[in-house]
């Protein structure tokens, strides 16, 4: 049985890049780290238990993944650059071929995006993984929640609610189709965090958030954090192939995974009208898909969703509380 | 029951002390925050799990006191100003006053070294508290592991083994007297980590960490990093009144706290032998214990632990490993 100190060694230590100014890394009680001039510091953690936010049979590759995507994502929501990560994980045993797969995806990620591991804990419990980020911005350019103006246009990237459908597929509560369930469980499993599309909206977009908790949610925080309301048309929701293809079986079902279904690791943002065209570019740019989903309106309207004929759609419970019964 | 949300507005969020340069608090993706111009960032987490590092009845203030001092402990050890700090918490249900209690004992401590929390997350399962401490050193001034210097003098603050002996007490492996039991239980549950003397030993120290797996196995950490070895005094380690009296009965059980104890949280450091009269007079300002224990000599040599009549002194199973069978 490795030592906790042989864990470290063999796993989470490597050479820190050149460029992250790393004055020091792991093996002392702190990391020592160099926030380039004229930038602020960002700064998030997310946590992750077996059971709760993942199957207990989970490849730990793929957990080595997610635990670090979900908090790049914050990073992308601010439009911020990761540089550096802690990781504090807590395994039952110190188990060799676990830890080389979880090592693996969790380097593999933290590689695509240039950010280096500095610094963690290492202990013995329930699978858990908690991982804080650490990013630069530009001083002054970051995108945050409360900067909605009236008559934005609200946009999503990527595709809604596969995650969730994912979800319910594995509990049995619904069947997908072989290839539309490989889909969702590859976006629930290896979700793909859109840090390039947060850097390059800095300057363009007036708002930014994750969707994490789902769609109606997390568009929630930038109306209250930005004392606005929203139209939004819910046939421009964007969805994937295996969500159409799923429709017809799940109508309601998938109908809230897209509006609160949650873990899609998406951003959902807002920018003036005059910024279309520049977002139509940026899309082929970066071959993601930005969808154009409604408007900033005044605050008194709320958050209002429209289907084709111009009818409200009431909201599911909107968005994932981790003290809800579940 | 409250809502995840109404956890973070209820007990979580506060305005941060204008003096931090937080630009952006609780509330959003992520916090941001200005480094100080010519300083150091410095970053560690520490995970803190129920049944692991703490008792399952502990006392809620208790916790919120202790997974933040472990982190400030840190800070400490590298001679770093603690500013912010993110907290991740895991609890079975939002009960109401237990995060009440919890998040007095955690702002208590905060408050006392002027550190904001600035963010985290919160979710249901198994009570877990991961913290991450963020602080600042002047460039190129903090203290290491590594820099330990032949013929210096090592060091300890305070005194070592009470927690390990109140754990002990509390298990039922030992019985001490009253007194000693509560001194004990106190430096286990709430442990003062020694910020104002790590900020102070900044240009006197070569090297430093915090006892926290055990004096000799963390003594041995610098050891390593500074490719040095260490002849060590065993009746100059600083023990408490409470051991002192404890120690006929449990002579073995003494001596195996005060090497390899435990949940000290004090600092152990080097430094050369011409700041004698410099480190008295720092322990009378300070009115914090500050012991001479032995000197760095050659690596051949390693980590001995000499009696008073100079004859070697076998080393307990050196330190706290989280994955060792206990």
Chains 1, 2 share one sequence.
């Not at 957990?63 to 550096?84: E, F, I, Q, T």
């Not at 897209?258 to 520049?278: H, K, M, V, W």
């Not at 309207?301 to 003290?323: S, W």
Request: proline share 4%; aromatic share 6%.
């Amino acid at each position: 049985m490795l030592s906790e100190f042989e864990v470290i060694r063999k796993f989470f230590s490597r050479t820190p890049r050149p460029g992250n100014r790393v004055n020091l890394g792991v093996g002392d009680d702190a990391a020592l780290l160099s926030v380039a001039s004229g930038h602020e510091l960002v700064a998030a953690c997310d946590m992750m238990l077996v059971g709760r936010h993942f199957f207990a049979d989970v490849e730990p590759a793929k957990l080595g993944h997610k635990c670090l995507a979900v908090n790049l994502s914050d990073m992308a929501a601010m439009g911020a650059v990761p540089r550096w990560c802690l990781l504090a994980l807590a395994l039952p045993i110190a188990d060799e071929a676990w830890l080389a797969e979880f090592a693996q995806g969790f380097h593999d990620l933290a590689d695509r995006y240039g950010v280096d591991l500095v610094g963690g804990d290492t202990t013995r419990g329930p699978y858990t993984a908690c991982v804080q980020i650490l990013g630069e911005v530009p001083s002054g350019t970051a995108l945050r929640r409360d900067g909605a103006r009236l008559d934005d246009d609200i946009w999503v990237s990527g595709t809604l609610g596969d995650a969730a459908l994912g979800v319910a597929h594995v509990r049995g509560e619904l069947k997908l189709d072989t290839r539309a369930a490989l889909h969702c469980l590859q976006r629930l499993e290896t979700p793909q965090p859109r840090v390039v599309l947060g850097e390059a909206l800095r300057g363009i977009a007036h708002s930014a958030i994750d969707v994490s908790d789902g769609f109606a949610a997390d568009l929630g925080h930038i109306l209250q954090r930005s004392r606005a309301g929203a139209e939004i048309v819910f046939e421009q929701l964007p969805r994937s192939d295996a969500l159409i293809r799923s429709r017809d079986a799940h109508a309601e079902r998938v109908r809230d995974a897209i509006l609160a279904g949650g873990d899609d690791y998406e951003l959902c943002f807002t920018a003036a009208q005059s910024q279309r065209a520049t977002l139509a570019e940026l899309a082929d740019k970066l071959g993601l898909r930005l969808s154009r989903v409604g408007r900033i309106v005044a605050p008194a309207a709320g958050l209002v969703v429209r289907d084709a004929d111009g009818r409200d759609i009431a909201l599911p419970k909107t968005g994932f509380d981790h003290f809800a019964a579940t």
